[in-house]
């Protein structure tokens, strides 16, 4: 009594693209969470308490929308190593996970690699698929939103 059980969900999702923008300027835009409602369906809002690109060891909050529900959750900044890689850890009532952002220069652009590792307690019904899709929508509208302030 008392233990946590065992998490009954545990996923990893990765996407890979190509952004035709600097990596300077996708690793900024990446690290800076206060930025993420802009591009990121599923977050609402996000207190940094800085300005600009976080460092590692950083602890900020964020309020995403999940399956309808507002959960607030809590962020650690891992690894922030300017440009090629910024890693968050997270915890709030319903997911436990981390996010990792690895990026190199590709050409004129970069290549975003993005792993989004998360696990439950909850019976919630079809999550997996819909952090997939909203994964992928997610990055959709950050490659848009970059390759346009990109020229």
């Given at each position: 009594m008392g233990q946590r059980q065992s998490h009954l969900l545990q996923e990893q999702i990765r996407h890979e693209l190509y952004i035709r923008a600097g990596i300077d300027t996708v690793?900024?835009?990446?690290?800076q969470p206060d930025r993420w409602p802009e591009w990121h369906p599923?977050?609402?809002?996000?207190?940094?308490?800085?300005?600009?690109?976080?460092?590692?060891?950083?602890?900020?909050?964020?309020?995403?929308?999940l399956l309808g529900v507002q959960i607030p959750t809590?962020?650690?900044?891992?690894?922030?190593?300017?440009?090629?890689e910024f890693k968050v850890l997270f915890s709030s009532a319903a997911l436990d996970?981390?996010?990792?952002?690895q990026l190199s220069k590709q050409g004129d652009g970069t290549l975003l690699q993005r792993t989004?590792?998360?696990s439950t307690d909850l019976h919630l019904s079809g999550l997996g698929p819909r952090m997939e899709q909203l994964s992928a929508q997610a990055l959709g509208n950050l490659k848009q939103r970059l390759e346009?302030?990109?020229?």
């Open positions: 690793y900024y835009y990446l690290s599923c977050s609402l809002r996000a207190d940094t308490g800085l300005g600009g690109s976080l460092p590692a060891g950083h602890r900020f909050s964020e309020t995403m929308n809590s962020y650690r900044v891992l690894v922030a190593l300017f440009p090629k996970g981390s996010l990792r952002y989004l590792a998360f346009a302030t990109a020229g």
